[in-house]
């Protein structure tokens, strides 16, 4: 729900600020990224597991989102629609 609020309300309603803030929430998705896949790598746990997956699959629809053009956007899209793991 949080990407949705980003990409229908934030981004349209504060493009200059977007475009500000874009490379930075870019990051924060590789970091996210990166950091869910190597945690959810080593869970024993299955609920741990898929709640790192996700982290790392939500990151993914973050980084779609900052590259602020049309690829990026559908690609958020089609991510969100897509189920973790």
């Not at 870019?26 to 997956?53: E, R």
Request: aromatic share 12%.
């Amino acid at each position: 729900m949080g990407t949705y609020g980003l990409v229908r309300f934030s981004f349209p309603l504060f493009p200059h600020a977007a475009a500000v803030f874009a490379p930075y929430l870019a990051l924060l998705a590789v970091i996210g990224i990166v950091y869910g896949a190597l945690v959810a790598m080593v869970q024993p746990d299955l609920k741990k597991l898929v709640a790192y997956s996700s982290v790392s699959h939500l990151g993914f629809v973050v980084l779609g989102i900052a590259a602020l053009n049309v690829q990026g956007l559908e690609g958020a899209v089609y991510q969100m629609l897509n189920p973790p793991a």
